[in-house]
């Protein structure tokens, strides 16, 4: 979406992701999504009288696994509460950093080589689930209120950038490719659907050249189409508020996805007063090098780096290709690709199988050694197998394992003989004189049809290349 | 009354029995408990059970702990499994924790025998349990008189003879100032030696659970069993528990004692002949008595006052009637928490909760809250440097000895001032205890306070043995 002439937007977001910790921020819970309600809880998390909090170990090496990802500084920090009431947090208060954050500064490249900076990547508790019943679905109005507690205590890390991003699609690659490095640190799943990563986005519009204007926060975004839809209405509702003399209100906002539009959740004079104070149960956390030199050492390449090494395979790539490599680089399959450049295989067709067997069974995968995937890979490259034999074999290979020379035989794949595929050509060149003699004439296009009947009549055993050198052999 | 110590040593010899000892102390209990208000409720069979259970395992030959058979006294803000848990609060009305206090755990773990929970200010903010919820307790000494706060039931508990020892808890001075009004001893350990998992939290960057007993060594023996680190609890020390029973008979011969002025300045006459009686009587034992002041002392009040509560407000802020305790039914949820805190809380537990609230608005904050942090940094300097010179320090416990009812009750201030001694080592962090030393008006008992810098409880208990030799009691 492009806004109207001489208007820029200024976008900063605010992502929360929760960290992938066996148990929670605080205590020793299972952090665990999708059980049953209440059954992950303690006197820690459930805010009993007399429990106190102790932190968990794994949330700080996930965070300053973030942190290092967007090549932020890591500094000793401490723990605030922010005090409001709400029934779905047991304390009444959240434990967050405020003043003093794990990360603070960094950056993150994206695809398009633009930077966006990192202002901090903190910690903070989550928040229980309440599910009002009656009403309008919101707490104001509902007959009664069930709150379940397993998500109380859950670990999260905000992670909030600098206002830099200028457009709606921006924010969208920005969103995507931190998720890539959430995923890639195994700091969280990236399941957007299950609420594992939420994003607020904080939107202005200005003249080109001039000062930021006032800004509203929409909040709780749980897909990169509707950040990107509500970044695009909140941009150009406050261009129509400006153009028509009007002021905008520094506010938070409401997506609605239905409607497709963003509303009023509150205004800023009326904005709580978080009386944030150090929490006093909670001590300094002040990780030393040797413990941040172990989280960094056992850190992996990230997206930006896996996906350049996988791109610098493949010769001049289509604009298809680099969306399959994303594919590719998303689901953390690239080591396959690897494993058939290494042995002078065809990366791009190597490429092609991943972003599309492999990434429709991405749970089987477990199940496909890459010395599996290689010799299948090899095999169609010679033409020993057709793709869509190829693509069989995988299956097979990703629902029940084997050998996929083993396979190829039991599901009758062997070569066509060269004796069959001969006698079949004849038949068909005998059955389609017009289509032959203008093939004879030069129209290629025509080995397309002679390849697709030998399909047909082999039922897909045969292998185009091998098809076209005998047709060739016959002009 | 047998001491805890010799209570547990006839135990295991097989002189008495767990369940005889527990007996008697429930016979004085149902005798007084009418009259004086000390337990809020008394766990009759669990005691039982768990009074059985340390004579069965005697009489099969197997180890019992420190304190085996020794029926005990809790203070009702600390959890105890299935059994009532108030605070003196009507807001925690019909809850009961499902889990145990790590102090509960090692005093059952010492073959302790919990004889129910007792009487306090509620939520402990108060100082002669006048603001409990459920109406004051007598001290023992005198039923016309309070008997100190906030845990004036542990207080009395012991000193009307139903225990020997008992556990409280001390943010401002709660253990200390009730032990001087009831005639015991009472200690305020370093913060960070006992852990606070399972104490209901006031202030939670001042609390300490610590031990009442009628003498020295019970409370040295008490404390050794509470002290430890506990990895439940994050401001927990990491060091091993001090010996503490071992250093009982130490004595103070060569130490240095600090006479603080500030520390009895404007006590009442009997209060500060007292405290000048305890340094000589300490002179004589072979310490060196030195004059000291420490003016930033003088500020302490203040900067408690504005801390304690700022803390209380967002601790107590859970009390919503959401998940336990008081609901007060209302249109919406937040008409019923609204509803249910304004029914369940006192006044003295609203005004703190509104103090707090103020002190760490947007706006104030640096002006209140801020300040105070920074009076608490000048403390804790103000007290290293007095420990530079000296190894303890010595001064009154409260004001006066104890009052009468409704004397302190018109201007809150009024109250507050009589912690105005004990205050100051809660924001240092540091240890100090309470120990009975000579009489005041009407014969009552008066405390001085031995004060000494972090994890230096062996020696507050030695300096504390001198005096209570000294005070007629050997």
Same mark, same amino acid.
């Given at each position: 979406?492009?806004?109207?002439?001489?208007?820029?937007?200024?976008?900063?977001?605010?992502?929360?992701?929760?960290?992938?910790?066996?148990?929670?921020?605080?205590?020793?819970?299972?952090?665990?999504?999708?059980?049953?309600?209440?059954?992950?809880?303690?006197?820690?998390?459930?805010?009993?009288?007399?429990?106190?909090?102790?932190?968990?170990?794994?949330?700080?090496?996930?965070?300053?696994?973030?942190?290092?990802?967007?090549?932020?500084?890591?500094?000793?920090?401490?723990?605030?509460?922010?005090?409001?009431?709400?029934?779905?947090?047991?304390?009444?208060?959240?434990?967050?950093?405020?003043?003093?954050?794990?990360?603070?500064?960094?950056?993150?490249?994206?695809?398009?080589?633009?930077?966006?900076?990192?202002?901090?990547?903190?910690?903070?508790?989550?928040?229980?689930?309440?599910?009002?019943?009656?009403?309008?679905?919101?707490?104001?109005?509902?007959?009664?209120?069930?709150?379940?507690?397993?998500?109380?205590?859950?670990?999260?890390?905000?992670?909030?950038?600098?206002?830099?991003?200028?457009?709606?699609?921006?924010?969208?690659?920005?969103?995507?490719?931190?998720?890539?490095?959430?995923?890639?640190?195994?700091?969280?799943?990236?399941?957007?659907?299950?609420?594992?990563?939420?994003?607020?986005?904080?939107?202005?519009?200005?003249?080109?050249?001039?000062?930021?204007?006032?800004?509203?926060?929409?909040?709780?975004?749980?897909?990169?189409?509707?950040?990107?839809?509500?970044?695009?209405?909140?941009?150009?509702?406050?261009?129509?508020?400006?153009?028509?003399?009007?002021?905008?209100?520094?506010?938070?906002?409401?997506?609605?996805?239905?409607?497709?539009?963003?509303?009023?959740?509150?205004?800023?004079?009326?904005?709580?007063?978080?009386?944030?104070?150090?929490?006093?149960?909670?001590?300094?956390?002040?990780?030393?090098?040797?413990?941040?030199?172990?989280?960094?050492?056992?850190?992996?390449?990230?997206?930006?780096?896996?996906?350049?090494?996988?791109?610098?395979?493949?010769?001049?790539?289509?604009?298809?290709?680099?969306?399959?490599?994303?594919?590719?680089?998303?689901?953390?399959?690239?080591?396959?690709?690897?494993?058939?450049?290494?042995?002078?295989?065809?990366?791009?067709?190597?490429?092609?199988?991943?972003?599309?067997?492999?990434?429709?069974?991405?749970?089987?995968?477990?199940?496909?050694?890459?010395?599996?995937?290689?010799?299948?890979?090899?095999?169609?490259?010679?033409?020993?197998?057709?793709?869509?034999?190829?693509?069989?074999?995988?299956?097979?290979?990703?629902?029940?394992?084997?050998?996929?020379?083993?396979?190829?035989?039991?599901?009758?794949?062997?070569?066509?003989?060269?004796?069959?595929?001969?006698?079949?050509?004849?038949?068909?060149?005998?059955?389609?004189?017009?289509?032959?003699?203008r093939y004879r004439d030069g129209d290629e296009k025509l080995a397309q049809f002679f390849i697709g009947q030998v399909m047909r009549l082999t039922k897909g055993q045969a292998n185009g290349k091998a098809?076209?050198?005998?047709?060739?052999?016959?002009? | 009354?047998?001491?805890?110590?010799?209570?547990?040593?006839?135990?295991?010899?097989?002189?008495?029995?767990?369940?005889?000892?527990?007996?008697?102390?429930?016979?004085?209990?149902?005798?007084?408990?009418?009259?004086?208000?000390?337990?809020?409720?008394?766990? %009759?069979? /669990?005691?039982? &059970? !768990?009074?059985?259970?340390?004579?069965?395992? *005697?009489?099969? +030959?197997?180890?019992? #702990?420190?304190?085996?058979?020794?029926?005990?006294?809790?203070?009702?803000?600390?959890?105890?499994?299935?059994?009532?848990?108030?605070?003196?609060?009507?807001?925690?009305?019909?809850?009961?924790?499902?889990?145990?206090?790590?102090?509960?755990?090692?005093?059952?773990?010492?073959?302790?025998?919990?004889?129910?929970?007792?009487?306090?200010?509620?939520?402990?903010?108060?100082?002669?349990?006048?603001?409990?919820?459920?109406?004051?307790?007598?001290?023992?000494?005198?039923?016309?008189?309070?008997?100190?706060?906030? %845990?004036? /039931?542990?207080? &009395? !508990?012991?000193?009307?003879?139903?225990?020997? *020892?008992?556990? +409280?808890?001390?943010? #401002?001075?709660?253990?200390?100032?009730?032990?001087?009004?009831?005639?015991?001893?009472?200690?305020?350990?370093?913060?960070?030696?006992?852990?606070?998992?399972?104490?209901?939290?006031?202030?939670?960057?001042?609390?300490?659970?610590?031990?009442?007993?009628?003498?020295?060594?019970?409370?040295?023996?008490?404390?050794?069993?509470?002290?430890?680190?506990?990895?439940?609890?994050?401001?927990?020390?990491?060091?091993?528990?001090?010996?503490?029973?071992?250093?009982?008979?130490?004595?103070?011969?060569?130490?240095?004692?600090?006479?603080?002025?500030?520390?009895f300045d404007g006590a009442d006459e009997s209060v500060v002949a007292a405290v000048h009686a305890a340094a000589d009587a300490l002179r004589e034992a072979g310490a060196e008595i030195v004059d000291l002041?420490?003016?930033?002392?003088?500020?302490?009040?203040?900067?408690?006052?504005?801390?304690?509560?700022?803390?209380?407000?967002?601790?107590?802020?859970?009390?919503?009637?959401?998940?336990?305790?008081?609901?007060?039914?209302?249109?919406?949820?937040?008409?019923?928490?609204?509803?249910?805190?304004?029914?369940?809380?006192?006044?003295?537990?609203?005004?703190?909760?509104?103090?707090?609230?103020?002190?760490?608005?947007?706006?104030?904050?640096?002006?209140?809250?801020?300040?105070?942090?920074?009076?608490?940094?000048?403390?804790?300097?103000?007290?290293?440097?007095?420990?530079?010179?000296?190894?303890?320090?010595?001064?009154?416990?409260?004001?006066?000895?104890?009052?009468?009812?409704?004397?302190?009750?018109?201007?809150?201030?009024?109250?507050?001032?009589?912690?105005?001694?004990?205050?100051?080592?809660?924001?240092?962090?540091?240890?100090?205890?309470?120990?009975?030393?000579?009489?005041?008006?009407?014969?009552?008992?008066?405390?001085?306070?031995?004060?000494?810098?972090?994890?230096?409880?062996?020696?507050?208990?030695?300096?504390?043995?001198?005096?209570?030799?000294?005070?007629?009691?050997?």
């Amino acid at each position: 979406m492009t806004l109207p002439d001489g208007w820029e937007m200024v976008v900063g977001l605010e992502v929360h992701t929760e960290l992938l910790t066996k148990s929670k921020l605080f205590c020793g819970c299972e952090n665990h999504f999708g059980s049953e309600p209440n059954t992950n809880i303690c006197p820690v998390c459930l805010g009993l009288p007399g429990s106190l909090p102790v932190l968990n170990r794994e949330a700080v090496d996930f965070a300053m696994r973030i942190g290092m990802a967007l090549h932020s500084t890591i500094a000793p920090s401490t723990f605030h509460r922010k005090n409001y009431f709400y029934p779905d947090q047991s304390k009444d208060y959240q434990i967050s950093q405020y003043d003093l954050p794990i990360n603070s500064g960094g950056f993150l490249d994206l695809p398009d080589g633009s930077r966006v900076s990192i202002e901090r990547a903190h910690m903070e508790e989550d928040t229980g689930k309440s599910t009002h019943l009656g009403g309008s679905g919101r707490l104001a109005g509902a007959e009664s209120s069930l709150v379940d507690y397993n998500r109380c205590g859950v670990p999260l890390v905000e992670i909030v950038s600098g206002p830099d991003i200028r457009s709606s699609a921006q924010a969208r690659a920005y969103a995507a490719e931190l998720r890539g490095i959430l995923i890639a640190t195994g700091a969280s799943d990236g399941r957007l659907e299950e609420g594992s990563m939420r994003f607020d986005a904080n939107v202005s519009v200005r003249h080109h050249g001039e000062p930021f204007g006032t800004r509203c926060e929409i909040k709780n975004l749980n897909s990169l189409r509707s950040l990107q839809r509500a970044i695009d209405f909140e941009a150009l509702r406050q261009i129509e508020l400006l153009d028509d003399g009007g002021v905008v209100r520094q506010e938070t906002r409401h997506w609605d996805e239905n409607l497709g539009e963003t509303s009023t959740l509150r205004v800023k004079e009326d904005a709580d007063d978080y009386r944030y104070f150090r929490d006093p149960d909670l001590v300094d956390l002040a990780p030393d090098q040797a413990w941040q030199d172990r989280v960094r050492a056992a850190l992996g390449p990230m997206p930006a780096q896996r996906r350049s090494e996988v791109v610098a395979l493949l010769s001049s790539p289509s604009d298809a290709q680099l969306d399959a490599v994303e594919v590719v680089i998303d689901l953390g399959l690239e080591k396959y690709v690897h494993a058939v450049a290494a042995v002078a295989g065809d990366a791009s067709l190597a490429v092609a199988r991943v972003a599309n067997e492999l990434a429709a069974a991405p749970d089987d995968v477990v199940r496909l050694s890459t010395e599996a995937f290689v010799t299948t890979v090899l095999m169609e490259q010679r033409g020993e197998l057709s793709a869509t034999q190829a693509k069989t074999v995988l299956g097979e290979l990703l629902t029940n394992g084997g050998d996929p020379h083993a396979i190829a035989a039991t599901k009758g794949f062997e070569q066509l003989s060269a004796d069959t595929l001969g006698s079949t050509v004849a038949t068909l060149i005998e059955a389609n004189p017009d289509e032959w003699q203008r093939y004879r004439d030069g129209d290629e296009k025509l080995a397309q049809f002679f390849i697709g009947q030998v399909m047909r009549l082999t039922k897909g055993q045969a292998n185009g290349k091998a098809v076209i050198a005998e047709l060739q052999a016959r002009r | 009354m047998k001491s805890a110590s010799q209570i547990a040593a006839d135990v295991r010899s097989g002189q008495t029995s767990a369940v005889a000892e527990l007996e008697r102390t429930l016979s004085v209990i149902s005798e007084r408990n009418d009259e004086l208000h000390v337990f809020l409720h008394v766990d %009759s069979d /669990g005691a039982r &059970a !768990a009074a059985i259970e340390i004579d069965a395992r *005697i009489a099969r +030959g197997e180890t019992v #702990g420190p304190l085996a058979g020794v029926p005990i006294a809790i203070k009702d803000n600390l959890c105890q499994v299935g059994v009532p848990t108030t605070c003196s609060s009507k807001i925690l009305d019909g809850w009961r924790p499902p889990y145990n206090a790590t102090v509960i755990e090692r005093i059952v773990a010492a073959g302790a025998v919990p004889v129910g929970k007792t009487n306090l200010d509620e939520f402990a903010m108060g100082s002669s349990t006048e603001n409990s919820a459920f109406g004051p307790t007598r001290n023992p000494l005198d039923p016309t008189r309070v008997p100190g706060g906030s %845990s004036g /039931g542990s207080a &009395a !508990a012991v000193a009307a003879d139903m225990t020997s *020892i008992s556990l +409280g808890s001390d943010t #401002g001075g709660s253990i200390r100032q009730p032990a001087a009004l009831c005639g015991l001893v009472g200690v305020k350990p370093t913060y960070g030696l006992v852990s606070r998992y399972g104490l209901i939290a006031f202030a939670s960057s001042l609390d300490q659970v610590g031990p009442f007993s009628k003498t020295v060594a019970d409370s040295a023996l008490l404390l050794e069993v509470l002290a430890g680190h506990d990895p439940r609890d994050s401001t927990s020390l990491p060091e091993p528990a001090p010996s503490l029973v071992a250093h009982v008979a130490d004595g103070v011969a060569g130490k240095k004692i600090g006479l603080v002025r500030e520390l009895f300045d404007g006590a009442d006459e009997s209060v500060v002949a007292a405290v000048h009686a305890a340094a000589d009587a300490l002179r004589e034992a072979g310490a060196e008595i030195v004059d000291l002041s420490i003016p930033e002392l003088g500020l302490t009040l203040s900067a408690y006052y504005l801390i304690a509560p700022a803390e209380a407000s967002s601790n107590l802020a859970r009390f919503d009637g959401v998940r336990y305790g008081l609901r007060v039914d209302a249109p919406d949820v937040t008409a019923m928490m609204e509803a249910t805190r304004t029914a369940g809380f006192g006044p003295e537990v609203k005004r703190r909760i509104m103090l707090g609230t103020y002190a760490l608005s947007a706006g104030y904050y640096d002006a209140y809250y801020g300040q105070a942090l920074k009076v608490r940094t000048l403390t804790i300097a103000a007290f290293a440097r007095a420990y530079e010179q000296v190894d303890l320090l010595l001064g009154a416990t409260t004001p006066s000895v104890a009052f009468k009812f409704g004397a302190k009750t018109a201007d809150p201030m009024t109250m507050y001032l009589n912690d105005v001694f004990t205050i100051p080592t809660n924001l240092a962090g540091d240890p100090a205890l309470s120990v009975p030393f000579g009489t005041g008006e009407e014969g009552l008992p008066v405390g001085v306070q031995l004060l000494g810098p972090g994890r230096s409880e062996a020696q507050l208990f030695a300096a504390a043995r001198v005096l209570e030799i000294a005070d007629g009691r050997p």
